[in-house]
């Protein structure tokens, strides 16, 4: 029987979800092996084998896809362990990554330092050249001048270069030769020549995406070849796919070209599974609460939510991708976020994390920093015996005594309320990341279900949900495994662009249809080189326009793949007003639009697995397997039924307080919220009516 297997490795575990053609499903986690990625997830599809009777090597031999996310490339940036890389630029034009695009959270706190750019000023390098907006060339390219600033690059251990010329997306010739003089010069040395990677007006940007793609190649090609050498040394003989930003796979070659395609990757296929799970909800808030960090996205209108604004660091003074990507939000608030008091005496969690090594106070690994994970226990949320289904015992004296030295006494309370604090302000943290994303982009979250992913998932979002307004809250029996999950459920999808400036007033039909035709050969190329069959395409078309005057873009989705006439691009107007006034509250009919960025994404359906329906039982109520003291409040404790999820039946109800496990995950009904078990197998957790 042949086996699909979807890993996603994260800061503390890797997930690894194996399914089967008749749709059995099954979780597994062990703690990430940052120093060899394989050892971690090898023992994860070591526990996923065991339990269908099989040894690791029969699995791998018997598999024909692995689906592979990874945060190598993010944490990679977030180290600084990168390759030395050197940028290459148009004469004058030196301080493009070092100013960026201006701009400022706090613009009257002059404390902090000027932020270092992504690549040196002393690894930047000019090129004299010169191309003009309408792409004419103003001056020629000084070949024999940029064949010895090559040649010197050789003596300052450059690994990688980036190029990003002024209006090489009109005229790219220059960029081209450089590339050339590359290959000959420094032969082996990975290159990324801007136009091609992301071909958008704004140098920064497209000299960001650039920088980041060109010094990642080195540490991802290695990594990706490490992880297919492995994989087939352990039997595996299928087809390795690598989860992106585009919410979708690619190719192992594909990726290893394009390595910036897996920044924050991981989180970009969560709501590609909370969609599947949601069914027909239209608006849907996806929570991913790992043991490092919470991500949360966004559907709407049953669309994922796209974005340009995705920064690696604090907006503005960090490192922008420039690439259209799912737009996720992500704090350092997980499982094992640290609880710390800061100088002036208040409680903070996060953003740093205890990680896999040494990991919370409980694991009994030599943590000594008290975690959510470590309040969880200490509350009663968490079983001490069934961690991970029982395989890793947690040590409660030891969160306990945590607690308490490092913040109940610093701050006079006792432990139950420290651990009760703990949480408090881990899930303001939560409730604030999902304001950013849903109030603030013009979406309700009163009028959303909540899909709860992630280890930690389930243990307090009920509470963040009522803080929202949310009365909904969705949480799959795999939320354990939730981007793991949606790797397992996502289809190839690739992205495509290209720079067309167009006004609605004096719409350029012919520019535009051109660019729309080069978007449209670019992706029916990549989808017969993947040999699609025609019934498994997707290409879908969109725009980034914008107001007169206005300085950033909303996308809006093309209706059809050309212009035809004046009605065409008045119903893009149209579409426009709908999306500026959902986002902003405000339209103008009648106004021109101006259209930046044309873009095309192209999609190779895969097959999906089935799931499974489970046997009603509404009938009889469920029996807990134990009972046990928890607190919900700083009130104290009362005693709770413990309820395992596998005895559980479709349509059985849970009043809360309560408390349902999982061997990845663990479910907290709090009170005033009850517990359905769906025919899925889902639990759906909805907050009584507060009426009389």
């Known amino acids: 029987m042949p086996y699909r297997i979807a890993v996603d490795t994260g800061g503390t575990f890797s997930d ?119 792409g004419t060339v103003l001056v020629p390219l000084d070949v024999e001048g940029a064949r010895e600033t090559l040649r010197g690059l050789r003596d300052r251990g450059i690994e990688a270069i980036a190029v990003s010329l002024l209006w090489s997306i009109v005229e790219p010739r220059h960029e081209d030769v450089l590339g050339e003089l590359i290959e000959e010069e420094l032969p082996g040395v990975p290159y990324t020549l801007s136009h091609r990677l992301n071909p958008i007006i704004r140098e920064y940007r497209r000299a960001s995406s650039a ?8 540490l991802m090609q290695r990594h990706l070849d490490e992880m297919d050498a492995d994989l087939r040394a352990g039997g595996f003989s299928g087809e390795l796919l690598v989860v992106t930003s585009f919410g979708g796979v690619l190719g192992v070659a594909d990726v290893s070209r394009r390595p910036i395609y897996s920044v924050n990757s991981g989180p970009a296929v969560a709501p590609v599974a909370g969609k599947v799970y949601a069914d027909a909800d239209r608006n849907v808030i996806v929570c991913d609460m790992g043991g490092t960090s919470f991500d949360v996205s966004v559907i709407r209108d049953g669309y994922i939510k796209f974005t340009r604004e995705t920064w690696l660091g604090e907006k503005f003074v960090g490192h922008i991708t420039g690439l259209s990507s799912v737009d996720v939000k992500s704090i350092g608030a997980g499982g094992g976020s ?43 949320f968490i079983d001490p015996a069934y961690f991970l289904g029982g395989r890793i015992k947690l040590d409660l004296e030891s969160a306990r005594e945590a607690i308490r030295s490092r913040v109940a006494q610093p701050l006079g309370i006792d432990v139950m309320r420290a651990a009760y604090s703990i949480l408090a302000v881990a899930d303001e943290h939560m409730v604030t990341a999902i304001r950013d994303i849903t109030v603030n982009e013009g979406l ?18 009920a509470r963040i949900a009522e803080e929202l307004g949310c009365r909904r809250v969705l949480v799959p029996r795999t939320a354990g495994a939730l981007s793991a999950c949606g790797g397992l459920l996502s289809d190839v999808v690739a992205e495509f662009s290209v720079s067309r400036r167009a006004d609605t007033d004096r719409f350029d039909q012919e520019l535009v249809n051109d660019g729309l035709a080069e978007l449209e050969r670019q992706m029916d190329e990549f989808l ?6 025609d019934d498994a395409r997707g290409k879908e078309f969109f725009v980034e326009a914008r107001y007169p005057y206005q300085v950033w873009e909303l996308e809006v989705a093309l209706p059809k793949s050309r212009f035809e006439g004046d009605e065409d ?80 039946a479709a349509d059985q109800r849970i009043d809360g307080p309560a408390i349902v496990e999982e061997p990845t995950t663990t479910v907290v009904v709090h009170p005033g919220w009850s517990l359905t078990v769906t025919e899925t197998g889902d639990y759906l957790l909805e907050k009584e009516n507060d009426e009389g």
């Open 211 to 218: 920088a980041i793609d060109a010094s990642l190649k080195p």
């Open 16 to 134: 690894v979800v194996i399914v089967d053609e008749e749709g059995q499903l099954s979780l597994s986690k062990a703690p990430t092996t940052p120093e060899r990625i394989f050892s971690g997830i090898s023992e994860a599809l070591a526990q996923g084998a065991a339990e269908r009777g099989l040894s690791l090597e029969e699995l791998l031999e018997t598999s024909e896809l692995f689906t592979y996310g990874t945060t190598a490339s993010t944490n990679a940036i977030i180290t600084g362990r990168i390759a030395r890389t050197a940028f290459l630029t148009t004469e004058g034009f030196a301080d493009t990554l070092v100013l960026r695009e201006g701009g400022k959270l706090r613009p009257f706190d002059f404390r902090a330092a000027y932020p270092p750019p992504y690549v040196p000023r002393r690894l930047t390098f000019e090129v004299r050249e010169r191309v003009t907006s309408e």
């Open 569 to 648: 691009v008045r119903d893009l107007e149209e579409a426009f007003h709908v999306v500026h006034e959902r986002v902003f509250a405000v339209k103008e009919p009648g106004q021109r639009l101006e259209c930046l960025y044309w873009k095309g994404r192209a999609t190779a359906r895969l097959p999906k697995p089935l799931r499974p329906r489970l046997a009603p039982d509404g009938a009889s109520p469920p029996e807990p397997k134990a009972t046990r003291e928890a607190s919900f409040g700083p009130g104290g404790t009362a005693e709770v039924s413990a309820y395992l999820g596998e005895t559980l």
């Open 338 to 380: 640290i609880a710390w008091i800061d100088s002036g005496g208040l409680l903070r969690v996060g953003p740093d994390s205890a990680g896999a090594v040494p990991g919370p106070v409980c694991y009994g690994r030599g943590g000594t920093e008290p975690t959510v994970t470590d309040a969880a226990l200490v509350l009663g």
């Open 444 to 461: 309700d979250p009163r009028e959303s279900l909540v899909v709860a992913g992630g280890g930690a998932g389930g243990l307090t979002i």
């Open 528 to 533: 017969d080189r993947l040999q699609a069959p």
